[in-house]
């Protein structure tokens, strides 16, 4: 089993940044690719970025790219989630998720699931 607990979610203004922080625990984190999902209300669980085992490839979804940096730091257990140049549009609860393949990017790739965090971005 991995335990996953996200933090750093919030409310902030169009146009500002925020870090979300998923904090691993169990089965070696080195183990998994790592992954960002987001569902906004009334809408599905989407992706929006992933990393692989120790770092070297990263992918996102392309409404995200230039703005979102996904890292992870192996010895911390931690992956994050750099969001820049936020937009009302990325309002939603991100969860946090680990995949045993080489990147986790298809919902039904994840193995464990964080509870999620809220990020609301105003207008």
């Known amino acids: 089993q991995v335990q996953l607990v996200e933090s750093g979610g919030g409310l902030v203004q169009a146009g500002g940044s925020l870090r979300l922080s998923c904090a691993a625990s169990g089965r070696p984190f080195s183990n998994y690719a790592m992954g960002w999902f987001r569902q906004a209300p009334g809408k599905e669980r989407e992706f929006v970025a992933s990393?692989?085992?120790?770092?070297?490839?990263?992918v996102y979804t392309d409404s995200v790219k230039g703005r979102f940096t996904i890292s992870r730091d192996n010895a911390k257990n931690t992956v994050y989630l750099q969001m820049i140049s936020l937009k009302p549009e990325d309002t939603a609860v991100y969860y946090c998720a680990a995949a045993d393949r080489y990147l986790a990017v298809k919902l039904t790739d994840i193995k464990y699931w964080g509870q999620g965090t809220q990020v609301t971005v105003s207008s």
């Open positions: 990393i692989s085992w120790r770092g070297g490839s990263t």
